[in-house]
């Protein structure tokens, strides 16, 4: 069986500065992916980054970055200068085999 | 298409009815997911295809849910005898190959059940 778990209903950050979403997971898969996807307001789910668990080395991508922690069974989201249209619902999940699991989302205000 | 689409957006239903919801997957993409989401909540897996075989519908609620997928590009996703506990926005997603993939999303059906 798989879990996730995200603590933090709402966060929000002010424009231009940086901010931490947390995940952590449960899982008894040896091979496992780990994502972050974005819904936006009446928009489709997008995804913002993707880590294999095999790599010691956190993804990057532009200013979004992980702090992957394997043994904690950690995946952080860090969402360096912030911008107005990085308000979304976060969704941390996991994938193993053929089965995809979601948290339960952080809403994520952006303050002008 | 440019994307996964489905239809149709939204959808009203007696309880007691039958609905069917298809999904559109981008042209190519082997896998293709099924996904519940209740307001307010997450995404919650409801079955994975790779082609047209359905190898993981672990995450069906119920027997009164089932997906096809024949042709190994569009899916149909049946649910009979509606609940207004089925009422949620039932989202579809496929991916190119793996299903460790990133997943492209549909804008999802809003299912009403009155």
């Known amino acids: 069986a798989q879990t996730v778990t995200q603590s933090q209903p709402e966060m929000s950050v002010q424009e231009a500065e940086t901010v931490t979403l947390s995940c952590t997971y449960d899982?008894?898969?040896?091979?496992?992916?780990l994502f972050w996807y974005k819904q936006p307001p009446s928009r489709q789910m997008i995804l913002v980054i993707r880590?294999?668990?095999?790599?010691?080395q956190n993804a990057t991508e532009n200013r979004f970055s992980v702090n992957f922690q394997k043994a904690a069974k950690s995946f952080s989201l860090k969402i360096s200068d912030s911008q107005l249209g990085d308000a979304a619902m976060y969704f941390c999940?996991?994938?193993?085999?053929?089965?995809?699991?979601f948290g339960t989302g952080t809403s994520l205000t952006v303050i002008p | 298409g440019a994307g996964v689409s489905q239809s149709p957006r939204y959808k009203v239903a007696k309880r007691g009815q039958d609905v069917a919801l298809r999904c559109d997957p981008i042209?190519?993409?082997?896998?293709l997911f099924w996904y519940q989401q209740a307001l307010g909540q997450g995404p919650e897996f409801l079955t994975y295809?790779?082609?047209?075989?359905?190898?993981?519908k672990s995450g069906l609620p119920s027997d009164r849910f089932f997906a096809e997928r024949p042709e190994g590009s569009v899916s149909t996703l049946k649910i009979q005898r509606t609940q207004q506990e089925d009422s949620a926005v039932y989202l579809c997603?496929?991916?190119?190959?793996?299903?460790?993939?990133?997943?492209?999303f549909g804008p999802g059906t809003r299912l009403t059940v009155l």
């Open positions: 997603a496929s991916s190119f190959r793996d299903p460790q993939n990133e997943q492209f």
């Open positions: 899982t008894s898969e040896s091979d496992y992916y």
């Open positions: 880590q294999e668990a095999y790599k010691q």
């Open positions: 999940a996991i994938g193993g085999g053929n089965q995809f699991y």
């Open positions: 042209s190519g993409h082997v896998s």
């Open positions: 295809f790779q082609n047209e075989a359905q190898l993981d």
